[in-house]
């Protein structure tokens, strides 16, 4: 797994969201764009960091900051999570995890001892340009947004 550096060209991507539309990259061009990689929908650290940035989508929009999560989750699963919380950004689906192995959020993870294949939770800011801005990988859920503030702070 190769980690994005500050500067680097944001690997494009082109996925279902919560409702079957395809969303992709190039939509966010002009605009700032927190991008974020959970495990799995409806857990607790995933809705933690979900709701942290529902939450902060008005000071986020403010700055001019678009927010995307991606998961493994399918979209009908994207849905649900998406309607319980309210979330007010779109939920993308990446079931094959393409997306993930080009943003070198999918690794080899443990848990009670026993070792597979996951996301491994990470957050990037993203440029008008598509560029990293800073990319953190295993982010604590509550850090995503106080983050990517402070990334934009300089």
């Known amino acids: ?32 764009l927190l991008l974020y990689f959970y495990p799995k929908a409806d857990t607790p650290g995933c809705t933690a960091q979900a709701c942290s940035i529902r939450d902060e989508m008005p000071n986020l929009s403010g700055l001019g900051i678009a927010a995307v999560g991606i998961s493994p989750d399918q979209p009908a699963k994207l849905k649900k999570f998406k309607d319980k919380y309210d979330l007010n950004f779109p939920l993308l689906s990446d079931p094959e995890h393409q997306t993930a192995d080009a943003y070198g959020t ?49």
């Open 106 to 154: 999918w690794g080899k993870k443990s848990m009670y001892g026993k070792e597979y294949e996951g996301i491994i939770r990470s957050s990037f800011l993203l440029d008008e340009q598509g560029k990293v801005v800073q990319a953190w990988y295993k982010v604590s859920p509550k850090d995503t947004v106080p983050f990517a503030k402070q990334a934009l702070a300089g």
């Open 1 to 32: 797994m190769e980690e994005l550096q500050s500067g680097a060209a944001a690997p494009a991507f082109s996925l279902l969201d919560q409702d079957g539309n395809t969303v992709g990259l190039s939509e966010f061009a002009g605009k700032k």
